[in-house]
């Protein structure tokens, strides 16, 4: 029996090999689904960028639907999705809330300064303690908040005119049937 038991490990992990095969080409491997959907998204106070004597906090969005999207001045693909933000986003109606992640304020002002501001307000999370709690791997990545401060929707990595219309659209047709 012990001259069996290498061959049964191999066969083990060829086994375990398959499956992981099987299971990831019925999954899109960009796709991460986030806890917090129709979950509240989590209370936060932090200084509106450039002016750390204001502060924005969750309260203070409440009332209507906003996009909150994360980046960075050292985001590489933040500089891919910013004309769909400024274009197609911008068009949605909804507030555009920046949420600057893990930036030097002097490096997000500058970046803004320089490919266009087309955020309603923009936010500072300088530690990324906020970000922590949103469930942020990194930027850029965008969430749909409901008036009442409820996470629906939320991608990882840059908005696309694709992305617009295929799930932000959809999501905010979904949150108008239930009213909010």
Request: glycine share 10%.
């Amino acid at each position: 029996m012990s001259r069996f038991l290498p061959l049964i490990a191999f066969a083990a992990l060829v086994a375990l090999f398959g499956f992981g095969i099987w299971w990831n080409t019925g999954h899109d491997q960009h796709e991460i689904v986030s806890p917090l959907i129709n979950q509240p998204a989590p209370a936060f106070a932090l200084p509106v960028l450039g002016d750390e004597t204001r502060k924005v906090d969750k309260q203070s969005l409440l009332g209507k639907p906003y996009i909150l999207n994360v980046f960075g001045s050292w985001c590489i693909e933040c500089v891919h999705e910013h004309p769909t933000l400024s274009g197609e986003v911008k068009q949605l109606g909804l507030p555009l809330v920046g949420f600057n992640y893990k930036d030097d304020p002097a490096d997000a002002a500058a970046w803004l300064s320089d490919h266009g501001n087309p955020f309603d307000v923009v936010i500072a999370d300088r530690d990324g303690r906020a970000g922590i709690d949103f469930g942020v791997y990194g930027a850029p990545e965008t969430f749909l908040i409901d008036g009442k401060g409820v996470i629906r929707y939320k991608h990882v990595g840059p908005i696309t005119p694709e992305v617009v219309a295929k799930e932000i659209r959809p999501a905010l047709a979904a949150l108008a049937k239930e009213g909010g």
